[in-house]
């Protein structure tokens, strides 16, 4: 029997240590749940263990195949560019391995029900949802194709459900910021509004957004706000991406390219058409441990066909 592709999860990153636990711990979960396949997990930037070190420990352990998915909710730089680039570096320092690369979480249903518990959570049980809007806050990204995936997710939780609206902002990087985004619900005559982080672990962006929308709640007494909590570590998660390494092994992939910023000139980021591709390297790659944030990255998503 041909033993089935390891499973390597890409995070983001997070200087927030509880934030990054989680992430471990997820991975951890995933490796119990699946004995029979190597797991490990690393991240782009910013926390340990980088991208590349995961890989190595896969190779180590006699690892040759494996389906690499982004644990990411939209498909922004790191999903379209720094991963690709991350593996392609691997396979290069290790030769004979293969990988398929999976796609991004995206708003599944699965995840819109997590979503919607959190939402349950945090409201008095006595409001009537009808009278409850919704700010989902996004991470934020100069990619507008991300950002849009943000407003596709509010509009998905909305559907169907009985909420007044879901409005959406974002905590960095995007238009409206929390602020505004709450400024936007009380002009739309909201007197009741549930701020939901789209994160699926604490860190320092959702604590961002918490801290956001306290200080703008103390400045408008005369509007009741609450906020819920990111969407965690839940079953539906661990599930998730187990569809997505099947779908990365069976090779039944679907990622979204119709408006990337790469592949088609949109307005104001014509520019960024067919851009070299190049690499982004984590803090600690190669055990050097470099410390802030390193910008002016590219991007290595490949869109030639």
Same mark, same amino acid.
């Given at each position: 029997? =041909? ?7 890409? *995070?983001?990153? =997070? ?15 995933? *490796?119990?749940? #699946? ?45 379209? *560019? ?8 691997? %396979? ?40 409850? &809007?919704?700010?989902?806050?996004? %991470? ?61 672990? &604490? $860190? ?8 956001? =929308? ?8 005369? =509007? ?19 569809? %997505? ?5 069976? $090779?039944?992939? %679907? ?33 050097? #441990?470099? #410390?802030?944030? #390193? ?11």
């Amino acid at each position: 029997m =041909t033993t089935p592709p390891a499973l390597l999860i890409a *995070g983001h990153g =997070t200087r927030d240590e509880a934030g990054a636990e989680a992430f471990r711990d997820f991975v951890r979960e995933l *490796g119990r749940r #699946h004995p029979e396949l190597p797991v490990a997990g690393g991240f782009i930037e910013l926390s340990p263990p980088p991208l590349g070190e995961a890989v190595t420990e896969l190779v180590e352990r006699g690892v040759r195949r494996f389906a690499a998915v982004p644990l990411m909710l939209v498909s922004a730089g790191h999903a379209k *560019g720094d991963i690709p680039a991350a593996l392609s570096r691997e %396979r290069e320092r290790h030769p004979g391995i293969s990988y398929t690369y999976g796609r991004p979480l995206g708003p599944h249903p699965s995840l819109l029900r997590v979503l919607e518990r959190r939402l349950a959570e945090a409201v008095d049980p006595s409001w009537d949802p009808a009278e409850v &809007t919704v700010l989902l806050v996004g %991470r934020g990204s100069t990619d507008p194709d991300a950002n849009a995936e943000v407003f596709k997710a509010a509009r998905l939780l909305w559907e169907g459900r009985d909420y007044a609206a879901v409005e959406t902002a974002f905590v960095s990087l995007a238009q409206p910021d929390v602020p505004g985004g709450l400024d936007r619900c009380a002009r739309l005559g909201a007197r009741r509004i549930v701020v939901l982080p789209y994160f699926l672990f &604490t $860190g320092i962006l959702p604590d961002r957004v918490r801290h956001q =929308t306290e200080k703008w709640a103390a400045a408008h007494p005369e =509007t009741e706000v609450r906020s819920a909590d990111v969407i965690g570590p839940e079953p539906e998660l661990l599930d998730l991406v187990w569809e %997505r390494y099947e779908e990365a092994v069976k $090779g039944d992939l %679907r990622m979204n390219c119709d408006s990337c910023v790469y592949r088609i000139a949109l307005p104001g980021f014509e520019d960024k058409v067919g851009l070299p591709q190049q690499p982004h390297f984590h803090p600690d790659d190669d055990g050097h #441990h470099h #410390h802030g944030h #390193h910008h002016g990255h590219g991007h290595a998503h490949s869109h030639a066909h």
